[in-house]
């Protein structure tokens, strides 16, 4: 081999080694620097991994475990041996997120709930809900304020995703609604990001 062809080798590996060298510096300095986020794409990603918790929950644990006849979803869970509800799961997953004191929160709403907890507590809330019954596909978003905090809001859709959904709120003697078929929304899920004090 000719002592130029090495040298231009060797001269392409060191080349190459600080261009790889450089690259990974200077991507490690990006990432240092903070990235922004919208508020709305943080509520999307948010919303995605609830949803499909929910549905994986409701489609493969809840209706598999009933087929089966190994156990059942039922309202009063925690005192029978018994799943919870596919709402109730929610409910408790977002206790348990809010308990973590991260600001994050989560909640089910309805404009025809259960149980009158379940009601939209804030002007935003109920007109997020008028909004995603009107257009499923579209959650609502907005700025809302709770003394000097700052909060972003996400309204979604929850739609009747299986038939025991549709059953339990058109039977249950609390509904005030009574005609749910399957895909109705049935409310919404709200999503409560903090975003600072102002």
């Not at 392409?12 to 200077?26: N, P």
């Not at 903070?34 to 209706?63: K, S």
Request: proline share 5%; hydrophobic share 45%; net charge positive.
């Amino acid at each position: 081999m000719k002592r130029s062809t090495v040298i231009i080798g060797v001269l392409a590996f060191a080349l190459i080694t600080v261009l790889v060298y450089w690259g990974v510096w200077a991507l490690s300095k990006k990432s240092e620097e903070p990235v922004a986020i919208a508020p709305e794409t943080v509520a999307d990603y948010v919303h995605a991994v609830l949803d499909a918790n929910r549905t994986v929950y409701t489609t493969h644990v809840v209706a598999k475990m009933h087929e089966k006849g190994i156990v059942e979803a039922a309202e009063g869970w925690k005192a029978e041996n018994a799943l919870p509800l596919p709402a109730q799961f929610l409910i408790e997953t977002g206790r348990v997120i809010a308990q973590r004191g991260k600001g994050i929160k989560y909640r089910l709403v309805s404009l025809w709930p259960i149980y009158v907890w379940n009601l939209p507590t804030t002007d935003f809330e109920k007109r997020g809900l008028e909004e995603v019954v009107k257009n499923p596909e579209k959650a609502f978003y907005g700025f809302v304020r709770s003394g000097q905090q700052r909060f972003f809001q996400a309204v979604y859709a929850d739609r009747a995703i299986a038939d025991n959904c549709v059953q339990c709120h058109n039977a249950h003697p609390n509904s005030p609604r009574r005609d749910f078929k399957l895909n109705d929304v049935m409310g919404a899920i709200v999503i409560t990001i903090p975003i600072g004090r102002s």
